[in-house]
């Protein structure tokens, strides 16, 4: 398993971002780990987003759409 200290600045802003975008899941009605569950299943998708500049609130009302 890797450290924290171990990524590169990108995956750490990468992280940073999910985890915003699971607090406006959560907040659009989904639970904490229906939220995690979808970033982690979805996440090529959510990394797609970020890398289209994407901010964490847009992405999860994409993902609620």
């Known amino acids: 398993?890797?450290?924290?200290?171990?990524?590169?600045p990108e995956a750490e802003t990468l992280i940073a971002w999910c985890i915003e975008v699971e607090g406006f899941l959560v907040a659009g009605g989904a639970t904490v780990a229906q939220a995690q569950d979808?970033?982690?299943?979805q996440i090529e998708w959510f990394t797609d987003?970020?890398?289209d500049g994407l901010t964490p609130e847009e992405a999860a009302k994409e993902a609620l759409a």
């Open 1 to 8: 398993m890797a450290k924290k200290n171990d990524l590169d």
């Open 38 to 41: 979808h970033i982690e299943e």
């Open 49 to 51: 987003l970020f890398f």
